[in-house]
C-alpha cells in the first residue's frame, strides 16, 4: 500500500493463490518446486514451494486496505479503500462473465472525504460491505455499501470528492450508503460476527460496539483502547481479540464487559494479530521491526464464565526468516501453515510452525504421540526387529513373568529362576533356593539369621579353622597344598552350591549336575581345585567327545596331564605365559592355580569372567583367616558398586543387600524382582527401608497399570505374611442404621450378651446361619431390593478370635459365603441389595431396582467396564 508496509491476503476460494497489497495489486500461484505450474521466473518459498506471478493491478492507487469477495463468483473480485474514503470493485483479470462486469470499477462515495481503514464482506449476505473510516464531525463512520444497488448520485459529485480518483461513468459511483452507523466517532477497525451475520464488531475511538442491523439505533459498547485489529475465532465464535499499541485483549461476547484474557505487554506496537484458522485457539501477533512471530496457544483453555481468574496460556515464538516482517497470513486449509513477506523488498517465505509432540507410554510398552490433529504409533517394519528391541525392554521381561506368576511360587523357590530369563536373576534365585534349603537344617544358633546375612558377614564370625595338607589325588607328585576347614567355610561352601546338604563334603554330585549342563570347563575346574587332577582330564576327554563338544579340550587335558610342580620346569614356564590367551575363563584359572605359589591366587581370584560363587567358594577353600575377610570385602564393594545381582551372595538380605539391590535398580530398572527379594529379608528391619518401600509399591502399582489385579492381590497377600505391619487396616464396613456401630465388628469381637459367635453363623458351621439383625441394638438390617430378605452373612473367619499370626484359610470350600450373598450398595443413592442379585439386574437394566429412584448406579463406577488382564 502507498507508503506504508505490504499485506497479504489468501484466495477464499483458491488455496493455493493469494495477493500481496503494497502499492499494487500482485496474485502469485503457490505450487511445488520443478512442477509444471512454476515457470522458470518464480520465486522461491521454501525447499519445496515457489510462487508464480499471474497478474498485477496497478489501477488502484493511494491503497489503504483491501478485501477479498467471499463466494466463488466473481471469484477474483476485490474492493480496496483509499485515502479519500472510497471503495473501489477491481478485479485481476481471472474473470470474465458478465456479473462481474458490471461490478469491477464500481466505486461507493462517503459523503465527506477522509481515509478508509477497514473493509469487511459479510460472509453471508455477500452484497453487503461494511467500511470503517476516519472520524467527521457532520459524517458517520461505518458505512455499510450494497454493492448490487443500482443507485447513483443526484447530483454531480463535488471536484473536492473525487480529486484523488480517476474520471469514471457516473453509472458507477454509489453515494447512497445502505446503513450508516458510528455518528462522530472514528473507527479503525471491523469485522462481522460469525455466530450472527446481522451483528457487525467495531473498534470505534474509544470502545468496541455491536451494532446490529436489525435496529440500527441501539449498540452494545465497552469502553477499551484496545479497538484495533478486532478478529473474530473461527472455531469459536464468541471469542475476539483486539490490539492497542503492544497489548492483546481477548474478548468474549456472552460476557462483554472486560476482556478474559490480556496478552504479555510487547515493548513494540503490534501491527496485525490473527487466529489461526486450521487450529483451534492458535492466535499469532506480529510487532513492528521484528522477524518474530508470537504465538499464543488457548487450546485448552476453557472459557472462565464467573471465573475471575485468568486462564493459562502457552506462549511461543518463531523466526520465519532473517529479514523484517511487513505482514503474515494463515493458510485457509493448510495446518499451521502461513506465508510471510518482508517489509521491503516483497521476499515471500512459506512457512509451517510446527506443533509441540506431546508422546505417551501405554503401560504395554506402546508409543504413541500427538501433533496437530494427528495421531501417530511407532511400529518398526520389521517384526523380528520389533522382537529384539522389546526383548531389551526391563518392563516387558517383567510384564511376562508376572503373567508366569515369577515370585509367586513361595514353596518351591527355586521354580523361580526357571522365569527369570536372565542369567544373574537365575544366580539370584538359586542362591534363594539354597537359603530355603539350609534353613532346614539343624545347626546351632538362629541358622534363618545366619544364612540371610551373606556370606560376608558368614566368614567374620570364623572360629575353629583347621589347616590341613592334602596330596594331588590322580597324580605321581606328592607335593602338599594347603587348605582350611570350618564350620563357617563349609556352609558357605554350600550357599555357593559346591557341596550339598549335610555333612558331606564332596563335589562329586556337584561333578554330575554340570557334567549334565555340558559345563564341562567349569566342573574340569572345580575338580581341579578338589585336587583331584584324573578327574578333572577325565572330564575335558568326556568333554571332547560329547556331541557338539570342543575338541580343543583334549588338548587341554594333554597338557594338564603333564603339571609339574618344579619351579623351574619348561611346563610351569609355558603355562603362565600361554594361558591368557585361553579363551574360557575356567581353563585359564586351572592353569594359573597350577602355576601359583600356596596363598597368592591373584590370577583365580580377580578372574572376573568367572562366577561369584566358584571364585567364593574358592577362596574359603585356600585362603587363611586373615585374607579370606579382605578378599570378600573387597569383592562386595565390587559388586555393589557395578550392581551385579551375584554379589547377594556375600552381602545376603540385609541393609548391604538393600545398598547392592539399589544399584540393581538404577542400573536395570527391575522393581519386579527387588520387591520379592526384599521380602525374604531378614530381619524385618530390612523391609522398613524407604527404598524397598519404593520399589514394592512401584512394583504394585506396575501391575494395576496392566490390569493385573489378582496378581497384584497374590502379591499383597505374600507381603502380608511376610510383613504383617503391611497389612492396611479396615478402611470400610458395614454400620447399622439406628446404633451406628459396625456390624462386622460386633460379629467379630463382641458376642451380644453372651451368646457363642455360632449363633450369628460366624463360625465354620455347616448351616452357615445369616445374620439378619445388628449384633447390637438386634434392629433388623436393610432388605435386598430384588428379594427383600434381610441383607447379612459374614464372608471369612472373624477377626480377633485367634492369634495375630494365625493363618486364615480363604479358600472357597472354607469360606462362610460365597460372593453373590455379600453386601453390596450404590455410594450415591444407598440403594442395594444381594451381589448375585444387583449383577444380574444391572445386566438388563441401567437404573437402580427401588422404585422412583433414577440412579444410574452401575454406571457412576468408572472401573466396572475394565476387564482384568490376567483373568485368565
Given at each position: 500500500m502507498?507508503?506504508s508496509k505490504p499485506d497479504?491476503?489468501?484466495s477464499p476460494?483458491?488455496?493455493?493463490?493469494?495477493v500481496i497489497?503494497?502499492?499494487?495489486l500482485g496474485l502469485?500461484?503457490i505450487?511445488?518446486?520443478?512442477?509444471a505450474?512454476t515457470k522458470?521466473g518464480?520465486?522461491?518459498l521454501?525447499e519445496?514451494t515457489a510462487?508464480?506471478l499471474l497478474?498485477?493491478?496497478?489501477?488502484?492507487p493511494y491503497?489503504k486496505c483491501?478485501a477479498?469477495?467471499?463466494?466463488?463468483?466473481?471469484?477474483c473480485?476485490?474492493?480496496?479503500g483509499q485515502?479519500?474514503g472510497?471503495?473501489?470493485?477491481?478485479?485481476?483479470?481471472?474473470s470474465?462473465n458478465?456479473?462481474c462486469k458490471?461490478l469491477v470499477?464500481?466505486?461507493?462515495?462517503p459523503k465527506?472525504?477522509?481515509?478508509?481503514n477497514t473493509l469487511?464482506?459479510n460472509p453471508?449476505?455477500s452484497?453487503l460491505l461494511a467500511a470503517g473510516l476516519?472520524k467527521?464531525?457532520?459524517?458517520?463512520?461505518?458505512?455499510?455499501?450494497d454493492?448490487?444497488s443500482?443507485?447513483s448520485?443526484e447530483?454531480?459529485?463535488?471536484a473536492e470528492k473525487?480529486?484523488?480518483?480517476?474520471?469514471?461513468d457516473?453509472?458507477?459511483v454509489v453515494?447512497k450508503p445502505l446503513?450508516e452507523?458510528?455518528?462522530n466517532d472514528a473507527?479503525?477497525?471491523l469485522c462481522?460476527?460469525?455466530?450472527d451475520?446481522?451483528?457487525?464488531?467495531?473498534?470505534?475511538?474509544?470502545?468496541?460496539?455491536?451494532f446490529?442491523l436489525?435496529?440500527?439505533?441501539?449498540?452494545?459498547?465497552?469502553?477499551?483502547?484496545?479497538?484495533q485489529?478486532?478478529?473474530?475465532?473461527?472455531h469459536f465464535?464468541?471469542r475476539v481479540a483486539?490490539?492497542f499499541e503492544?497489548?492483546?485483549a481477548?474478548?468474549d461476547?456472552?460476557k462483554?464487559?472486560?476482556?478474559?484474557?490480556t496478552?504479555?505487554?510487547?515493548?513494540?506496537?503490534l501491527?496485525?494479530?490473527a487466529w489461526?484458522?486450521?487450529r483451534?485457539?492458535?492466535?499469532?501477533?506480529l510487532?513492528?521491526?521484528?522477524n518474530i512471530?508470537r504465538?499464543?496457544?488457548?487450546?485448552h483453555t476453557?472459557?472462565?464464565?464467573?471465573?475471575?481468574t485468568?486462564?493459562?496460556?502457552?506462549?511461543?515464538?518463531?523466526?520465519p526468516?532473517?529479514?523484517q516482517?511487513?505482514?503474515?497470513?494463515?493458510h485457509?486449509s493448510?495446518q499451521n501453515?502461513?506465508?510471510?513477506v518482508?517489509?521491503?523488498?516483497?521476499?515471500?517465505?512459506?512457512?509451517?510452525?510446527?506443533?509441540?509432540i506431546s508422546?505417551?507410554w501405554?503401560?504395554?510398552?506402546?508409543?504413541m504421540?500427538?501433533c496437530?490433529r494427528h495421531l501417530y504409533?511407532c511400529?518398526?517394519?520389521?517384526?523380528e526387529?520389533v522382537?529384539r528391541?522389546i526383548?531389551?525392554d526391563?518392563?516387558?521381561?517383567?510384564r511376562e513373568r508376572a503373567?508366569?506368576?515369577y515370585g509367586h511360587?513361595?514353596?518351591?523357590?527355586?521354580r523361580?529362576h526357571?522365569?527369570?530369563g536372565g542369567?544373574?536373576l537365575?544366580?539370584?534365585?538359586s542362591?534363594m533356593?539354597q537359603?530355603a534349603?539350609d534353613?532346614?537344617l539343624?545347626?546351632?544358633?538362629?541358622?534363618?539369621?545366619?544364612v540371610?546375612?551373606?556370606?560376608?558377614?558368614?566368614v567374620?564370625t570364623?572360629?575353629?579353622t583347621?589347616?590341613?595338607r592334602?596330596c594331588?589325588?590322580?597324580s605321581?607328585?606328592?607335593t602338599?597344598?594347603?587348605?582350611y576347614?570350618?564350620?563357617e567355610?563349609?556352609l558357605?561352601?554350600?550357599?555357593c552350591?559346591?557341596?550339598?546338604?549335610?555333612?558331606d563334603?564332596?563335589?562329586?554330585?556337584f561333578l554330575r549336575s554340570?557334567?549334565?549342563?555340558?559345563e564341562?570347563?567349569?566342573?574340569?575346574?572345580?575338580?581341579?581345585?578338589n585336587?583331584?587332577?584324573?578327574?578333572?582330564?577325565?572330564?575335558?576327554n568326556?568333554g571332547?567327545?560329547?556331541?557338539?563338544?570342543d575338541?580343543?579340550?583334549n588338548v587341554v587335558?594333554?597338557a594338564l596331564?603333564?603339571?609339574?610342580?618344579?619351579?623351574?620346569?619348561?611346563?610351569?614356564?609355558m603355562c603362565?605365559?600361554?594361558r591368557?590367551?585361553?579363551?574360557?575363563?575356567?581353563?585359564?584359572?586351572m592353569?594359573?592355580?597350577?602355576?601359583?605359589?600356596?596363598?597368592?591366587y591373584d590370577g583365580?581370584?580377580y578372574e572376573?569372567s568367572v562366577a561369584?560363587?566358584?571364585?567364593?567358594?574358592?577362596?574359603c577353600m585356600?585362603?587363611n583367616?586373615?585374607q579370606?575377610?579382605?578378599?570378600?570385602?573387597?569383592l562386595?564393594?565390587e559388586?555393589?558398586e557395578?550392581g551385579?545381582?551375584?554379589?547377594?551372595l556375600?552381602?545376603g538380605?540385609?541393609?548391604d543387600g538393600?545398598?547392592?539391590?539399589?544399584s540393581?535398580?538404577d542400573r536395570?530398572g527391575?522393581v519386579?524382582?527387588?520387591s520379592?527379594?526384599?521380602?525374604?529379608?531378614?530381619p524385618?528391619?530390612v523391609?522398613?527401608?524407604p527404598r524397598?518401600q519404593?520399589?514394592?509399591e512401584?512394583?504394585?502399582?506396575?501391575?494395576?497399570?496392566?490390569?493385573f489385579?489378582?496378581?497384584?492381590?497374590?502379591?499383597?497377600?505374600?507381603?502380608g505374611?511376610m510383613?504383617?505391619?503391611?497389612?492396611?487396616?479396615?478402611?470400610?464396613?458395614?454400620?447399622?442404621?439406628?446404633?451406628?456401630k459396625?456390624?462386622s465388628y460386633?460379629c467379630?469381637a463382641m458376642?451380644h450378651q453372651?451368646?457363642?459367635f455360632t449363633?450369628?453363623g460366624?463360625s465354620?458351621s455347616?448351616?452357615k446361619?445369616k445374620?439378619?439383625?445388628?449384633?447390637g441394638c438386634?434392629?433388623p438390617?436393610p432388605?435386598?431390593?430384588l428379594?427383600?430378605?434381610?441383607m447379612?452373612?459374614?464372608?471369612s473367619?472373624?477377626q480377633?478370635?485367634?492369634?495375630?499370626?494365625?493363618?486364615v484359610?480363604?479358600?472357597?470350600?472354607?469360606k462362610?459365603a460365597q460372593?453373590?450373598n455379600w453386601?453390596?450398595?450404590c455410594?450415591?443413592?444407598?440403594?442395594?441389595?444381594?451381589?448375585?442379585?444387583?449383577?444380574?439386574?444391572?445386566?438388563?437394566h441401567?437404573e437402580c431396582p427401588v422404585?422412583?429412584?433414577?440412579?444410574?448406579?452401575?454406571?457412576?463406577?468408572t472401573?466396572?467396564n475394565l476387564v482384568?488382564?490376567?483373568?485368565?
Open positions: 502507498s507508503g497479504i491476503l489468501w476460494h483458491h488455496p493455493d493463490r493469494y497489497c503494497d502499492s499494487e502469485y500461484r505450487g511445488p518446486v520443478g512442477s505450474e522458470a518464480t520465486l522461491p521454501s519445496e510462487a508464480t497478474a498485477i493491478n496497478s489501477d488502484t491503497m483491501v477479498w469477495y467471499p463466494k466463488h463468483e466473481p471469484e473480485l476485490l474492493a480496496v485515502a479519500n472510497r471503495v473501489v470493485l477491481t478485479s485481476l483479470g481471472q470474465h458478465s456479473a458490471e470499477g464500481k466505486e461507493f462515495v465527506h472525504a477522509r481515509q478508509c469487511a464482506w453471508v449476505d452484497n476516519d467527521h464531525r457532520a459524517d458517520f463512520s461505518v458505512l455499510i455499501w454493492i448490487s443500482k443507485l448520485p447530483t454531480s459529485v463535488a473525487i480529486r484523488l480518483s480517476v474520471d469514471l457516473s453509472s458507477t453515494t446503513y452507523l458510528g455518528q473507527c479503525l477497525s462481522w460476527l460469525l455466530r451475520p446481522k451483528l457487525l464488531l467495531a473498534g470505534m475511538h474509544r470502545n468496541l460496539a455491536i446490529d436489525r435496529n440500527t439505533s441501539q449498540k452494545t459498547f465497552v469502553n477499551t483502547k484496545a479497538i485489529g478486532v478478529t473474530v475465532d473461527p465464535h464468541d483486539s490490539f503492544g497489548q492483546v481477548i474478548w461476547l456472552r462483554f464487559e472486560k476482556p478474559v484474557l496478552l504479555t505487554e510487547q515493548p513494540k506496537p501491527t496485525k494479530v489461526c484458522p486450521t483451534t485457539g492458535l492466535l499469532a501477533t510487532t513492528r521491526d521484528s512471530i504465538l499464543y496457544d488457548m487450546q476453557p472459557t472462565p464464565i464467573g471465573d475471575e485468568e486462564p493459562t496460556i502457552i506462549e511461543r515464538s518463531v523466526q526468516c532473517e529479514s516482517i511487513g505482514s503474515f497470513a494463515w485457509p493448510s501453515r502461513m506465508v510471510v518482508s517489509a521491503t523488498n516483497r521476499v515471500m517465505t512459506d512457512f509451517t510452525v510446527f506443533e509441540r508422546l505417551a501405554s503401560s504395554t510398552t506402546s508409543l504421540w500427538a496437530g504409533e511400529v518398526e517394519d520389521s517384526a526387529e522382537e528391541m526383548e531389551k526391563i518392563a516387558t521381561k517383567m503373567q508366569s506368576r511360587d513361595t514353596v518351591q523357590v527355586w523361580n526357571l522365569l527369570a542369567k544373574d537365575q544366580l539370584k534365585l542362591h533356593k537359603c534349603e534353613m532346614e539343624k545347626l546351632q544358633g538362629n541358622v534363618q539369621s545366619v540371610y546375612s551373606g556370606i560376608k558377614n558368614i567374620k570364623t572360629s575353629g583347621t589347616e590341613s592334602r594331588w589325588s590322580g605321581d607328585r606328592q602338599d597344598v594347603p587348605r576347614h570350618s564350620e567355610r563349609c558357605a561352601l554350600r550357599l552350591g559346591w557341596v550339598s546338604r549335610g555333612t563334603t564332596d563335589v562329586e554330585t554340570l557334567e549334565q549342563d555340558h564341562w570347563e567349569r566342573a574340569a575346574a572345580v575338580a581341579l581345585f585336587l583331584d587332577i584324573r578327574r578333572a582330564i577325565q572330564i575335558l568326556k571332547a567327545t560329547a556331541e557338539k563338544g575338541l580343543n579340550l587335558a594333554m596331564s603333564g603339571y609339574t610342580d618344579e619351579k623351574s620346569s619348561l611346563w610351569r614356564e603362565s605365559s600361554l591368557l590367551q585361553l579363551k574360557n575363563p575356567y581353563l585359564c584359572i592353569f594359573a592355580f597350577l602355576t601359583s605359589e600356596p596363598g597368592a583365580v581370584l572376573s561369584v560363587r566358584d571364585r567364593v567358594a574358592f577362596a585356600f585362603l583367616d586373615a579370606l575377610p579382605r578378599y570378600i570385602d573387597k562386595t564393594h559388586m555393589k557395578a551385579n545381582l551375584e554379589g547377594i556375600l552381602t538380605l540385609t541393609k538393600v545398598d547392592l539391590m539399589e540393581y535398580v536395570t527391575d519386579q524382582t527387588a520379592f527379594c526384599m521380602l525374604k529379608g531378614f524385618g528391619e523391609l522398613k527401608d524397598v519404593c520399589w514394592i512401584n512394583y504394585r502399582n506396575l501391575l494395576d497399570a496392566w490390569r489385579w489378582h496378581k497384584r492381590a497374590e502379591f499383597d497377600i505374600h507381603r505374611k510383613d504383617p505391619s503391611s497389612k492396611p487396616l479396615a478402611q470400610v464396613f458395614v454400620s447399622c442404621n439406628f446404633c451406628g459396625s456390624i460386633s467379630s458376642p453372651g451368646r457363642s449363633q450369628y460366624v465354620g455347616p448351616t446361619s445374620v439378619t439383625s445388628c449384633p438386634r434392629k438390617l432388605r435386598c431390593a428379594c427383600l430378605m434381610n447379612g452373612t459374614p464372608v473367619n472373624c480377633g478370635t485367634g492369634k495375630s499370626d494365625e493363618k484359610d480363604l479358600t472357597r470350600e472354607n462362610l460372593f453373590n453386601f453390596t450398595w455410594h450415591n443413592c444407598r440403594h442395594g441389595g444381594h451381589a448375585g442379585h444387583m449383577l444380574s439386574w444391572f445386566r438388563d441401567t422404585s422412583a429412584c433414577t440412579c444410574k448406579c452401575m454406571q457412576l463406577d472401573t466396572g482384568p488382564s490376567d483373568s485368565s
